[in-house]
């Protein structure tokens, strides 16, 4: 298992020296099946990639400031984000398209789950 967790962590920092984040990475989640990989960066965007092969799949662009939180729902169809805008959005996964923006926290949203 170790093994293949470093494999698809070696395709996603290939993935991030060619294209990707402008800021530092601060999440990262695997989804349940490991065959996706998502990342939340300070450039205010979250994305998708291929934990096969490090390619990027969709640029999630809707926080207006760092993304700090991720998670998969069970099933990995769809990608819970958070952050320091003080919201948490829905996306799906498949698609990469926003479904639910939760706006109205006071602070930034430092946690979630599915």
Not at 17 to 41: C, I, N, P, R, Y
Not at 47 to 61: D, F, K, N, P, Y
Not at 94 to 100: C, D, L
Request: charge should be neutral; aromatic fraction near 8%; include cysteine.
């Amino acid at each position: 298992m170790f093994s293949r967790v470093a494999q698809r962590l070696k395709a996603f920092n290939t993935a991030l020296q060619g294209e990707g984040h402008t800021e530092w990475v601060q999440s990262l989640a695997f989804s349940s099946a490991g065959d996706k990989l998502a990342t939340g960066s300070g450039d205010k965007t979250a994305r998708i990639w291929s934990a096969e092969t490090g390619e990027q799949q969709h640029v999630l662009c809707g926080h207006r400031n760092s993304v700090l939180c991720l998670a998969f729902s069970p099933a990995g169809d769809k990608l819970a984000t958070s952050g320091e805008d003080k919201t948490a959005r829905i996306w799906s996964a498949e698609t990469g398209e926003q479904q639910h923006a939760l706006c109205g926290h006071r602070n930034s949203v430092l946690c979630l789950a599915f």
